[in-house]
Nanobody, 127 residues
Framework: QVQLVESGGGLVQAGDSLRLSCAAS????????MGWFRQAPGTEREFLAA????????YYADSVKGRFTISRDGAKNTWYLQMNNLKPEDTAIYYC????????????????????WGQGTQVTVSS
């Protein structure tokens, strides 16, 4: 079982940027899809972005396309979410997660498709 630890959250102002990190341990990520989700109070967990280990599959939710960028560093077993032009509605707990890569075309976006989760990191954007 892969263990995941997020970092990089915090309190920022609207228009600022943040980069979240997710460090994995306890296994190799070569057969996984790595993703980011967020959850605001009273809402369901929302898919944001995901990337395959090779980088051949990289996809985003429409709500963050153009502002958020997902990337990974294989040597560090870590992936990132660069968030630019943050808005108050981006305020949420952000989670990283992994899903088994079931095929070369598999692009999971639902929380139930992801098996391992980090503990979450709070991002608060003030107006």
């Amino acid at each position: 079982q892969v263990q995941l630890v997020e970092s990089g959250g915090g309190l920022v102002q609207a228009g600022d940027s943040l980069r979240l990190s997710c460090a994995a341990s306890g296994g190799t990520l070569s057969s996984y899809i790595m993703g980011w989700f967020r959850q605001a109070p009273g809402t369901e967990r929302e898919f944001l972005a995901a990337i395959s280990w090779s980088g051949s599959r990289l996809y985003y939710a429409d709500s963050v396309k153009g502002r958020f960028t997902i990337s990974r560093d294989g040597a560090k077993n870590t992936w990132y979410l660069q968030m630019n032009n943050l808005k108050p509605e981006d305020t949420a707990i952000y989670y990283c997660a992994t899903a088994p890569s079931l095929s070369a075309y598999y692009k999971p976006t639902m929380a139930g498709q992801f098996r391992s989760w980090g503990q979450g990191t709070q991002v608060t954007v003030s107006s």
